[in-house]
């Protein structure tokens, strides 16, 4: 039975561009590489059915600081879906403090019919289970028929982004498809919403968070509610995310925020020489503390991460939306007590507020928003309590 609980949302065979990893392939264009601020993974490019993956991991110094277990999992799509798990590159790995690898996993790829890619998900956590996981990623392979002519070695002038970008692995476990076509594990999204009028402005939009996230498109409806709202403005977004992480990642001022430092990474980049009429912080993200039980430290680190950006922005008067996660596990006491939170600290700043994602998640109650129809309003909902913040700003 597929449990969501145990998995971040994948992003399956989507073109949007990916930042914070970069895939290249090699000089014979037979090798995938994908490298993350922690590791460098690489990956057989291409391969039949029947033909072996070979997995390769490397780690940057001091990334394994204690004992650790390395998993690599194996995730297939049919066509553009994912389908499911078929198992793990062998028996997980245990290293030990100051390994940096290479670790080496291969496994063949079995019959499936209509398979057309397989994801391989790398993992590390201390017991090697996905609950207690510090870092997670995944290499995408094509996969073609075990009759099938090899292909040409050329490069495409547009690569895709590998089908899985955000895989989460486990091997008794599947995960939902919620953000089929409009998401990347680490989507560092610049959408300028047009040239501003000689009147105009320019307003910065931050959003950041996990799956839900991950898997929310802004330039669907966020960007043009705004731009509706401010007729003549420049909007600029930048979106960074990241599946299945607890809000510590992006805390830099506790020593743990690799993506607190990634996001402020993209919004240098995207700001640079640029003036900002108003600066928002929207903020999609929580589920992992409530499932791993961290709810009574959310507040505090809830609060530090906004203040941490104000002053590293120089914006004090950065505006702040809260998606409160939904009521997919109400009644469940680390649950509650994260949404309760979030609606505390949104209602005690003036300059925050917060939407309610209840009605998002579906009629089966899903951890995550997963239609089409859903997403789009979780951006008209983010853009309509950002421009009321904004509005209020000014008065």
Known sequence: ???????????????LMVSGSSRAADAAGEVETKTEPWATITATKDVKVGEEV??????????????????????????????????????????????????????????????????????LSPDGSWTKKTHTTSVGVRVRP??????????????????????????????????????????????????????GVSRLFILSGQSNMVGFNPGDTF???????????????????????AINRWRHDLGKGDLYLRLMKRVNETTAEQTFASTTFVWMQGESDAV???????????????????KDLK???????????????????????VRAVQVKVAEADRLAGWIDTDDLNGDDNNLHYRDKSARAELGRR??????????????
């Open 54 to 123: 070979t997995v390769t991991v490397t780690f940057a110094k001091e990334i394994i600081t204690e004992p650790t277990m390395l998993t690599v999992d194996m995730h297939w799509w049919k066509g553009r879906e994912r389908a499911g798990v078929i198992g793990r590159f062998g028996q997980p790995k245990k290293l030990k403090p100051g390994d940096t690898g290479p670790f080496v996993f291969k496994k063949k790829v079995p019959v499936k019919d209509g398979i057309s890619a397989i994801a391989a998900a790398v993992t």
């Open 1 to 15: 039975m597929w449990n969501p609980l145990k998995f971040a949302s994948f992003a399956a065979m989507v073109l």
């Open 223 to 245: 960007v043009p509610r705004l731009e509706q709202a401010f007729p003549g403005d420049r909007i600029v977004v930048v979106k960074d995310a990241e599946n299945g992480q």
């Open 146 to 199: 075990a009759d099938s002519p090899a292909p040409e070695n050329k490069k495409e002038p547009n690569a895709k982004a590998d089908p899985a970008a955000d895989a989460a692995p486990k091997t008794d476990a599947a995960q939902t498809d919620a953000a089929k076509a409009d998401a990347t594990k680490a989507d560092a999204t610049k959408t300028d919403g047009g040239g501003a009028s000689a009147t």
């Open 382 to 395: 983010f853009a309509s309590k950002a421009a009321e913040l904004i509005r209020k700003t000014r008065e």
């Open 315 to 337: 914006a004090p008067n950065m505006t702040v939306v809260i998606g409160r996660i939904s009521d997919y596990k109400n009644g469940e006491e680390q649950w509650d007590t």
């Open 292 to 310: 791993a039980g961290k709810a009574s430290d959310y507040e505090k680190r809830l609060g530090g991460l906004i203040n941490q950006l104000r």
